[in-house]
């Protein structure tokens, strides 16, 4: 069998591995509301986000085509397949490092800034489509953003509208809300972030010849969506214990609050076709309610530690990508 194939093969293993890890990682993120407020038993809300994570993934493939083509021209790139390889080791590790330590860091920023740096050392910097690179990065920074002002803005209207009635009323109600904007919130997970796999392979498919431009094969959809559902069903608990509690003490209303604004943010980048970090979007909207429900009620601390990995991911993926282009390849 000719060489090649077996390093796209690698390329395609490495990819559904980015994908696995990514569905551990950032699910975690999705259901730790739910799980934290005891509205779905941990074992059911990762089956379910599995699920979810399962049909949004093969809905949609706008991101995946914007990943692919937006940071680099996979046509032009002689070297393209050793740095896809580059990418997602670097990736991979920087997700393994902060899931260990229970950081909810980005796997978006992760694979953005891996990519931007395997290019710029394997091609140079005339292959980097800087304006696509920025369109990108400014998507991933003004997201967090939104949900946190959406969350903010929702939580405030729900206290409003429910202030005359008893706590305990309002959360056995909102508890069983709760599954559905759970649900949902696992749904425009698939939808957004497997299709950063998918963009990557088919990246790597494009510049190896294999494919004339950045369609996504059927068999790309379905390796994707079925490597970030068995993911999913591994389950994140150091990450959702971070997002679940660490924060500030969430109730049923304060989970369908960031779940709904979350969701909503995510939702509408996929329709925009924009890759954004589930992550950020997650743990901004839950600041944003937390801040809505008493400021001093958000363990700060534990935010800004949250916030700095944001910060520094794309910067210490690109250089890791960089080091193991120039080392390997």
Known sequence: ???????????????????????????????????????????????????????????????????GGSVADPTTLSNGINIVIATLIAAIIWNLVTWWFGIPSSSSHALIGALAGAVYVGAGSDHVKWSGFIEIVEGLVLSPIIAFVIGYIVMTLLKWIFAKQSPHTVNKGFRTVQIV?????????????????????????????????????LWVKLAAATAMALGTSIGGWKIIKTMGTKIFKIEPINGVAADVSAASVIFSATMLHLPVSTTHAITSAILGVGSAKRFSAVKWGVAGRIIVTWFITIPITAVLAGIITKIFF
């Open 1 to 67: 069998m000719d060489t090649s194939i077996w390093v796209l093969g690698i390329v395609i293993v490495l990819a559904l591995g980015f994908d696995f890890i990514n569905g551990f990682h950032d699910t975690a993120n999705a259901i730790a509301t739910s799980v934290s407020t005891r509205a779905l038993p941990p074992r059911t809300a990762i089956i379910m986000a599995a699920c979810m994570n399962f049909v949004g993934a093969l809905l949609f493939t706008g991101v995946a085509k914007k990943i």
């Open 181 to 217: 904007t759970a649900a949902f919130q696992s749904f425009t997970h698939g939808t957004n972030d497997a299709q950063k796999a998918m963009g990557i392979i088919t990246f790597a498919l494009v510049t190896s010849g294999e494919l004339k431009s950045m369609e996504v094969p």
